[in-house]
């Protein structure tokens, strides 16, 4: 039996809130999924799985805190270790009601609540989008490392010293409210970001199932708990007019359509109007950051898609703000795109041999964390747009071989079989 990321996220969000133990309730809901594949196949399939995984997981919990080990170092408390169906969100599958008047100054959501407690300050700043990633959005050490371009043991062995550490020094988590949320919001805000961009790849045509359902929900919420916060709105603009494009992005046979080659017509008209509704509260609020830039990135380029014309310079000087701003790998191969619209392939090019020397020197090409050789070998995007640029130059070797890494590295099955098929045209020289 399967459960989804998001149930999986939800479900460890309930029972880790009463206590913080994160590995505790990882173990349970693990234990809770054996039973419910051997309960399962002799009496069925229950009505509400994830109801029914949820109890079972909780009462294992619960026998752990009223046992005699836990009694000897914590006071059994039943309003906190009850978990009662009455604090799970009313949001959830796992909740047929309704649930009692939330704390004014509590956070409504339990997901979100624990995203904050994996932000605590006790925890080492790299392990925590790493440990939100993992336990709150339930996303694998597998697709965390590819989507960070990491090794995956390292990942591992990150979320493995987290927990350790959260377990040794008995880090106390406690929920936090909203006077705790400005210093943990960066961590939260990259957490749901990371969230979107690791399941775009497999992301669903219908935009509000699955993690980004649930990264579309979390980005408004944070947005209207945060109402003032220019970077709340722009992550949830930046969310909303990215998954717009989602019914877009495969045809009616299923192969993938680059964006330049999509139908304006199918994208989701409700999730455009939310996302420009929170550019403009970014523009109202008065300061801009990294997910307001990127989010002004996205609607330039759907402008330029609607008019078949777009304001290439416009978009490189966004994308050097980013850079300034929040020099990333991803952020510097998507301006190396930009410069090749504008000044031509080879200086993309250009770009992209200037990114690889300044990894190998151990620096990037702007200001900012080192970019390892291996993460730049890893990186798929790289090696498509190399691929791209070399055909357009009539380098016929060069794009072959960058062809195949990207082919290599390409885990979306659509999308490889578009790389293939750009590859053949290029060999056949059509």
């Given at each position: 039996m399967a459960l989804s990321q998001d149930s999986w996220g939800r479900i460890i969000a309930?029972?880790?809130?009463?206590?913080?133990?994160?590995?505790?309730?990882?173990d349970a809901l693990s234990s809770a999924l054996e039973t419910g594949v051997r309960v399962w196949r002799e009496q069925g399939v229950p009505a509400n799985p994830e109801g029914w995984l949820y109890r079972v997981a909780l009462n294992a919990r619960r026998d752990v805190w009223k046992s005699a080990a836990?009694?000897?170092?914590?006071?059994?408390?039943?309003?906190?270790?009850?978990?009662?169906?009455?604090?799970?969100?009313?949001?959830?599958?796992?909740?047929?009601?309704?649930?009692?008047?939330?704390?004014?100054g509590a956070l409504p959501d339990r997901r979100l609540e624990l995203l904050?407690?994996?932000?605590?300050?006790?925890?080492?700043?790299?392990?925590?989008?790493?440990?939100?990633?993992?336990?709150?959005?339930?996303?694998?050490?597998?697709?965390?490392?590819?989507?960070?371009a990491l090794p995956v043991a390292t990942v591992a062995?990150?979320?493995?010293?987290?927990k350790k550490r959260i377990a040794a020094v008995g880090i106390g988590f406690g929920l936090p409210d909203r006077s705790d949320l400005d210093v943990r919001l960066p961590d939260i805000q990259e957490a749901i970001y990371g969230a979107f961009a690791i399941d775009w790849v497999h992301a669903p045509a219908q935009p509000r199932d699955g993690t980004i359902g649930e990264t579309l929900y979390l980005s408004r919420l944070l947005a209207e708990l945060c109402p003032s916060d220019g970077e709340?709105?722009?992550?949830?603009?930046?969310?909303?007019?990215?998954?717009?494009?989602?019914p877009a992005r495969r045809s009616r046979e299923g192969l993938f359509v680059p964006l330049d080659d999509q139908d304006p017509g199918i994208w989701d008209a409700v999730l455009i109007a939310r996302g420009e509704d929170h550019l403009r509260s970014v523009q109202h609020s008065g300061e801009i950051g990294r997910f307001g830039l990127l989010a002004a990135i996205q609607i330039l380029h759907m402008s330029g898609v609607r008019r078949g014309s777009t304001d290439?310079?416009?978009?490189?000087?966004?994308?050097?703000?980013?850079?300034?701003?929040?020099?990333?790998?991803?952020?510097?191969?998507?301006?190396?795109?930009?410069?090749?619209?504008?000044?031509?392939?080879?200086?993309?090019?250009?770009?992209?041999?200037?990114?690889?020397?300044?990894?190998?020197?151990?620096?990037p090409p702007v200001?900012?964390?080192?970019?390892?050789?291996?993460?730049?070998?890893?990186?798929?995007?790289?090696?498509?747009?190399?691929?791209?640029?070399?055909?357009?130059?009539?380098?016929?070797?060069?794009a072959q071989r960058a062809y195949r890494r990207?082919?290599?590295?390409?885990?979306?099955?659509?999308?490889?079989?578009?790389l293939e098929n750009r590859s053949f045209e290029n060999r056949s020289g059509r």
């Open positions: 309930l029972i880790a809130s009463a206590d913080g133990d994160i590995a505790g309730a990882e836990t009694r000897t170092s914590a006071v059994w408390d039943p309003e906190v270790h009850d978990g009662s169906s009455d604090s799970v969100h009313p949001g959830s599958a796992l909740h047929p009601g309704s649930a009692d008047p939330p704390d004014p904050g407690a994996c932000a605590h300050p006790d925890i080492d700043p790299p392990a925590r989008p790493l440990l939100m990633l993992s336990a709150v959005m339930g996303m694998t050490g597998k697709q965390i490392a590819a989507g960070m062995a990150r979320l493995t010293r987290a709340s709105h722009g992550l949830a603009a930046l969310v909303h007019l990215s998954a717009a494009r989602f290439w310079p416009m978009l490189l000087r966004l994308h050097d703000d980013v850079e300034r701003m929040a020099p990333s790998l991803g952020g510097a191969v998507s301006r190396a795109a930009v410069i090749a619209e504008i000044d031509g392939p080879e200086a993309g090019l250009a770009q992209l041999d200037a990114l690889e020397g300044s990894s190998r020197r151990g620096r200001e900012g964390p080192a970019v390892s050789p291996a993460r730049v070998d890893a990186f798929q995007p790289t090696w498509a747009l190399r691929a791209h640029l070399h055909t357009r130059t009539g380098h016929e070797q060069e990207a082919i290599e590295l390409t885990t979306d099955p659509a999308e490889r079989a578009y």
